[in-house]
Structure formats: structure tokens, C-alpha cells
């Protein structure tokens, strides 16, 4: 446990609260005294911290915190009589607040920004807010100063749906991670503040999101906003959210952040996601659903405005791909397939959400990179998705960014151009005769509205490249069925060892380029059903 010390070291990274009171309007959430707040202010105190030595977050006993498991944490429900703008209270989006745990043990400070003011004042914790069962391993930190660790921010209190039973449609929990719902109601794939150095041979760094202020919304058609303080080991940084509740959810973001040391790999607007196996490569029987994925490949709009799809891999070992670009359009973790016969799970992995970037003002060069992770189980997120500068990163150094978040079921700018919906591998060789060794056959489904109306015997023409290997057996067909504009490329590669190959492909007629650039990173040994498969 923290001695009181460090407890004093810590609270001074951040505003202090002097003053307890009650706000009987809150249903008796305990406030401190007002304290100036503005963006400006938060951006000067973020580099003010960043030129001292870093100081962790408060944490809880480590030992209780540890044994709030799954179930344990499941069973801990905040009152939302006490949610932060809920009934009788100025503010559209009620916000309630979730209690620290075994995956999030670090404590989180709380402001409400007073309406019309540039001032705020600190949400006090107080046990009462939550129901907690009486042989709850929690109840041992009933005397702790704070125990929360991250928030909610509800459905509006004037929109059609019940505030107090819907399910939240932000969460912000855990380092610097959130993510809301898509416009078919799911989560999944979250969002994080910032990624150092991501699936590098050392530990990585998660700075956290330490404090967090909140300004109540008066109309559900207006974002709320939220601000939140950063800090770790190597950054300080200040946050500026705007997250508007459409039928998707719109999140506009804008940071200014102040590096203490160097960074080796600096991961800006960094997605998280989880892909175990899909259509493409699945060992025999290791699980009884077809496909088991939140995202199946990343889309990449780059700054000379090529549309790219890269079917996301489980691979032997970890892997970073780099896609090198200046300014670009837009990437982000997709969901493509939306069938629920492919998934066959009630937890509608089909309905989980894909999330854009939208780069706002000019990011320079440097390149979208790609972090994919082994794993044998659902329950790790192994995909990383973000952008890294070209220029690297110096202590003293400081950044500002913009970017737009889309949470939505498709890409919000699609192209005019059919699109990569299925990536399929196979024995090479032709039916009926042996399987040449080392030839691996590969099926590249596409779709949409340029590819409709070809007729049969006008086949589009593959356009392939791979670095290394030799192809054959070229052939484009309509996909049987009858599903309009769906073709696909038929193509056998074969390749000696085991070193991965990179791979593109596109279809078109004459000059006239039918669809997006598929890339594809192929790992010869990892599918030929025996060695690394293991680890899928």
C-alpha cells in the first residue's frame, strides 16, 4: 500500500480539493471546493507536470484490489440515483462511475464543470454510491480515500430510450482505453489516448488518463464534452473529447502532449482489437464456431488516396507491418463480415463495431502501423492499430493532434470501388492431382457496385505482386450464388521456407481499376497444419 507520502507526491500532479460539500440536487454526491478550469489551463499544467518527475496514480490496497476478479467486480453496481446529471440535475448524459479491479487497479479523480463558469469542482468518493454485497472482497478498502477508476456516460435523459436500464454508450476505463457503441449497439473495439511502443521486445508503457472533467450538455443534438489529463512514465498530455451520440457514435478528439524522455515507437489515435481466427486460416476443431474476431482487417484511405485492405493474421509470433504514408485520408479496424451464420455466438460478434480515423489538420509523414499479436484464446485484445511520425520523438518534445473517431458499422467514406469481404487459402495445385509442396492456393473474394453487370466471359484481370514466391494458376469467376457483384481471384503461390511473404492484389479492366489494393502477409509454415499452428 501507498504510505501517505507518496499519496501527498501524487495528489500534487493534479488539482487538490480543499473543501467537502453536498449537492442535495445529486441525490448526495459529495463535492470539493470550485477551482479555475479552462483547456488552456489544462494544457499548461500538463507540461508543468512533464518537466517534473512522474508520480503514479493512487492505488488502492494491491493485495484486495487483485481479488476483485471478473465476478467479484461484476457484482459491484453503482446507484444511479447518484449518477452525475441524472434526474433533477442540469446535463442531457447522466455519467455514473465504475469502482477500481483486478485489471484496473489504478484510482481516477473526477470534476464537474460548472455550467457558464470556468471553474470545477471534484466528485468526492463516497462508499455509498455503490451496492456492494456484504462478503464482497471490496468492502475491505471501505476506508480508502477513492475507489474510482473509471466512468459511464449514459443514454440522454430526453431521447426515447430509459436512461436508468440501457447500457452506457462511452466507457472510460482502464490507462487511457475507451470505447462506445457502434450503430448496431455493440461494443468491442476500443480506443486509447496514446500507445508507446506496442509489441516491442520490451515492456510497453500505458500512461493513464488520471484525471477527468466533465461539462453537462443541455441538448442530446450537442456533444459532451469531457477533458482528461494524461500522464505516465515518458508523457504528460491534455485530452479534449467531443462525443456526439448519433446512430453511430462521433467522438472528436484534441490533444497536446509533452514527452519527459525519448519514445522509441510513438503510437498516435491507436486502436485495440481482438481477431483469433476467421474464414482464412482456422486449425481443425480447436473451437466449435466458424469465425471468432471483433475486427478482420485493417482499411487504410493513404494521402495519395489508394483504398487498402489488409486482412488481419493470428500470427507465430508477434508482428508489425508498416504502411509508410504522408497526411493520410483516414485507416481504421474493421468489421466487415456481418453475418451472423459465420459466427454462430450470441455474444453478435457480427454486430460489433468498426472504428475510422479521420485525421483532422496535417500529420506529416510517417506511416500506419500494424501490431498483431499470437494468441489462442478470445479473450486477449492482439491487434494494435495506429499512427507513427516519421520524425522521432526527443524528451522536451511536444505534439498537438486532431482526429475524429467513427464507431459505425462501415467505413464512413467508403469508396467507389468494390471491396476485399473474404480471404480464403487452400491446398494448391488442380483437383484431382497431387499437391505440389509448398504451393499454397489463395481465394480473394470482392465486392460492389463495379464488378456488377461484368459479364461472365469479360473477367476482370488480377494484377499480382508478391516479394518472393511464383504464381500460377490465375483465374477470376463470378462467386456461384448469385449475389450481384461478387467475383473473386483464384491464384496458387508457391514459395520455399518459412519466412512470411508480403502480397498485393487488384482487379481491373484496360486502364479501369475495379477494386480496392488487397494486402496480405502470408505465413507458409503457420498454415500448413502443423508447428506454430499450436498457437491459434
Same mark, same amino acid.
Given at each position: 500500500m501507498l504510505d501517505r507520502e507518496n499519496l501527498v507526491k501524487i495528489a500534487a500532479a493534479a488539482p487538490t480539493a480543499t473543501t467537502i460539500t453536498a449537492d442535495h440536487r445529486s441525490h448526495g454526491l459529495r463535492f470539493g471546493a470550485a477551482q479555475p478550469f479552462s483547456y488552456d489551463w489544462l494544457k499548461s499544467h500538463a507540461q508543468s507536470l512533464a518537466a517534473a518527475p512522474y508520480q503514479p496514480p493512487p492505488q488502492p490496497d494491491p493485495n484486495i484490489v487483485a481479488n476483485i476478479d471478473y465476478d467479484a467486480y461484476g457484482k459491484l453496481k453503482y446507484k444511479r440515483d447518484f449518477a452525475l446529471y441524472g434526474d433533477g440535475q442540469p446535463g442531457v448524459f447522466p455519467i455514473t462511475f465504475m469502482f477500481v479491479g483486478h485489471y484496473f487497479p489504478k484510482t481516477v479523480r473526477m470534476f464537474a464543470i460548472e455550467k457558464g463558469a470556468k471553474q470545477a469542482r471534484e466528485i468526492l468518493y463516497d462508499p455509498s454510491y455503490f451496492d456492494m454485497p456484504a462478503d464482497s472482497v471490496a468492502q475491505g478498502l471501505a476506508a480508502n480515500p477513492?475507489?474510482?477508476?473509471?466512468f459511464w456516460v449514459l443514454e440522454a435523459k430526453t431521447g426515447p430510450l430509459d436512461w436508468r436500464r440501457e447500457e452506457p454508450w462511452v466507457t472510460f476505463l482502464g490507462a487511457s482505453y475507451f470505447r462506445a457503441k457502434g450503430e448496431l449497439g455493440q461494443v468491442g473495439i476500443s480506443a486509447r489516448g496514446i500507445a508507446l511502443t506496442p509489441g516491442g521486445s520490451g515492456p510497453e508503457e500505458f500512461p493513464d488518463f488520471v484525471v477527468f472533467w466533465f461539462s453537462p450538455t443541455e441538448s442530446a443534438s450537442e456533444p459532451f464534452d469531457c477533458y482528461a489529463l494524461l500522464n505516465g512514465p515518458s508523457v504528460a498530455g491534455a485530452y479534449r473529447f467531443a462525443l456526439h451520440r448519433t446512430k453511430a457514435v462521433i467522438t472528436d478528439v484534441e490533444a497536446t502532449l509533452f514527452f519527459r524522455s525519448s519514445v522509441e515507437r510513438l503510437g498516435l489515435a491507436p486502436?485495440? &482489437?481482438?481477431?483469433? +481466427?476467421?474464414?482464412? #486460416?482456422?486449425?481443425?476443431?480447436?473451437?466449435?464456431?466458424?469465425?471468432?474476431?471483433?475486427?478482420?482487417?485493417?482499411?487504410?484511405?493513404n494521402g495519395n488516396g489508394e483504398r487498402l485492405w489488409r486482412p488481419l493474421n493470428n500470427p507465430p509470433r508477434?508482428?508489425?507491418?508498416?504502411?509508410?504514408?504522408?497526411?493520410?485520408?483516414?485507416?481504421?479496424?474493421?468489421?466487415?463480415?456481418? &453475418?451472423?451464420?459465420? +459466427?454462430?455466438?450470441? #455474444?453478435?460478434?457480427?454486430k460489433r463495431p468498426s472504428v475510422w480515423i479521420e485525421p483532422l489538420g496535417n500529420w506529416g509523414a510517417g506511416a500506419v502501423h500494424l501490431v498483431e499479436i499470437p494468441t489462442n484464446d478470445e479473450i486477449n485484445d492482439n491487434i494494435i492499430a495506429y499512427w507513427c511520425p516519421t520524425k522521432p520523438i526527443q524528451a522536451k518534445d511536444r505534439i498537438d493532434l486532431r482526429y475524429r473517431l467513427h464507431w459505425v458499422a462501415d467505413e464512413p467514406y467508403p469508396p467507389p470501388l468494390a471491396r476485399c469481404v473474404a480471404t480464403r487459402l487452400g491446398r494448391g495445385g488442380r483437383p484431382g492431382q497431387p499437391h505440389p509442396p509448398g504451393t499454397r492456393k489463395f481465394m480473394v473474394e470482392f465486392l460492389g457496385a463495379p464488378l456488377n453487370g461484368l459479364r461472365d466471359d469479360a473477367k476482370p484481370e488480377p494484377v499480382l505482386w508478391a516479394s518472393r514466391g511464383t504464381f500460377s494458376y490465375f483465374n477470376t469467376e463470378k462467386v456461384p450464388g448469385g449475389v450481384p457483384g461478387l467475383w473473386r481471384a483464384e491464384f496458387d503461390l508457391a514459395v520455399d521456407g518459412r519466412d512470411p511473404v508480403e502480397m498485393r492484389l487488384f482487379l481491373r479492366t484496360g486502364d479501369q481499376v475495379l477494386t480496392e489494393t488487397w494486402l496480405y502477409q502470408y505465413h507458409p509454415f503457420a498454415t500448413e497444419g502443423k508447428g506454430p499452428e499450436a498457437h491459434v
Open positions: 477513492s475507489c474510482m477508476a473509471g486502436l485495440t &482489437s481482438m481477431y483469433w +481466427y476467421s474464414e482464412t #486460416v482456422k486449425p481443425v476443431a480447436i473451437d466449435w464456431r466458424p469465425e471468432v474476431h471483433d475486427s478482420d482487417g485493417l482499411a487504410i484511405w508477434i508482428v508489425i507491418s508498416s504502411f509508410s504514408d504522408e497526411n493520410p485520408r483516414g485507416f481504421g479496424l474493421m468489421q466487415r463480415d456481418r &453475418s451472423f451464420d459465420h +459466427y454462430l455466438d450470441g #455474444v453478435m460478434y457480427e
